[in-house]
Structure formats: structure tokens, C-alpha cells
């Protein structure tokens, strides 16, 4: 065990076999991959979706009591907004023997190219831990959390900044750790696909 102040405000023993903690919980409100394959399929604009995760420490409120043990985990994702904004672009630049490459042709890592536009989603995922308490009954206790996210699609460049999209959000996986008495490690994959409104 170790002793960590990781928020500044509270110090708690960790455990080092926290893995071995998460073998039995149920998870509740995570996608079928069935839902996640008709996303990609469906939809005038295929290539208009993100995934990523959000990891977070959450502490058990200070009125609740210690926790033994995480029983089930209940999670749901809810979109607060939408905007597309402009954005830099790459222009341009021209190689040592002269060739001018031209910035749209300019991809990252990701293949992703730069257009002048992205869609900026924001939303919250909203997480319930049911866990049982370290006291003698083990009575069952929950503590309800909201998870802030904010994350962006490219858009086309001549999207006009006052276009709306159908939003279809996906809870891909969420895993759910015990770090000690009285804090929790949450990381939630996330898949959101965007259609834009005619």
C-alpha cells in the first residue's frame, strides 16, 4: 500500500491489487457492438465520428461511508452541446526540389486533414457506483457522479457555422476500479457519430 495525495485535498491508502478488485462487476448502460457497427454503416456522411476516452478519479462523497467493494456500475451519456467553429488550416509548403504540396493533401497521424471547420461536442457522462460499505452489514451504498467531455470532429470546409447534427452517442466500454476506501478510478470509451441535418 501506498499513501498518495492526489487532489490536494485528501490523502488515502491505495492498494497495489486493485486489479484483481474488478473481476465481478456489472456493468450497465455499455453498447452492444451490434449498435456500434450499424453507426459506421448508416448515415449520408460515414466518416463523421470520434472515439476516445475519458478517465477520471472519483471520490466517494464525504457524507457516504467507506466502501468494501464496487457491486454494479450504471452509466448513460448526455450531449449539452453542439457548435462548429473555425479553425486554422495547414497552407502549404514547398519541398526542396521545388514541388508545392498543398495543404488540404497534408494529412496527421490519424489521416486526418484539416479543413477550416470542426464540429465541438460537449457532453457529460452520468455514473452511478453501487458499491458495499466497510461496515459489519455491508449494506449497499451508491454515489452518482457527472464526468465532463469535450471533444471535436472535422468538418467539411464549406460547412456553414450554423449547422446543427443528429448526434448518436455510444458508451463503448467502461471500466471501473477501486483505488481505495474511498476512491475510484472510472475510465469510459466513447464513440459519438455525427449527422448533419438537411
Not at 460499505?133 to 467531455?149: E, G, N
Request: glycine share 6%; charged share 20%.
Amino acid at each position: 500500500m501506498m499513501n498518495c495525495d492526489y487532489t490536494n485535498s485528501t490523502v488515502h491508502t491505495f492498494h497495489s491489487e486493485v486489479c484483481e478488485q474488478c473481476d465481478n462487476i456489472n456493468y450497465v448502460g455499455v453498447s452492444q457492438e451490434s449498435a456500434l457497427e450499424r453507426a459506421l454503416r448508416c448515415g449520408p456522411v460515414s466518416e463523421q465520428w470520434v472515439q476516445f476516452f475519458v478517465p477520471k478519479i472519483l471520490d466517494i462523497p464525504e457524507q457516504k461511508p467507506d466502501m468494501e467493494g464496487i457491486v454494479s456500475v450504471n452509466s448513460s451519456i448526455k450531449i449539452i452541446s453542439q457548435r462548429v467553429v473555425n479553425t486554422p488550416v495547414v497552407n502549404g509548403y514547398t519541398r526542396p526540389d521545388g514541388t508545392v504540396v498543398p495543404g488540404e493533401d497534408i494529412p496527421n497521424g490519424e489521416c486526418t486533414h484539416l479543413t477550416g471547420k470542426k464540429l465541438i461536442i460537449e457532453g457529460v457522462i452520468l455514473q452511478k457506483i453501487i458499491y458495499t460499505a466497510a461496515v459489519p452489514d455491508q449494506a449497499l451504498h451508491s454515489a452518482t457522479y457527472t464526468i465532463p467531455f469535450s471533444v471535436f470532429i472535422i468538418a467539411g470546409k464549406d460547412v456553414p457555422l450554423t449547422q446543427d447534427y443528429v448526434l448518436h452517442p455510444y458508451l463503448e466500454d467502461v471500466y471501473v476500479c477501486r483505488l481505495s476506501e474511498r476512491s475510484v478510478f472510472s475510465n469510459n470509451t466513447l464513440f459519438i457519430k455525427a449527422i448533419p441535418v438537411c
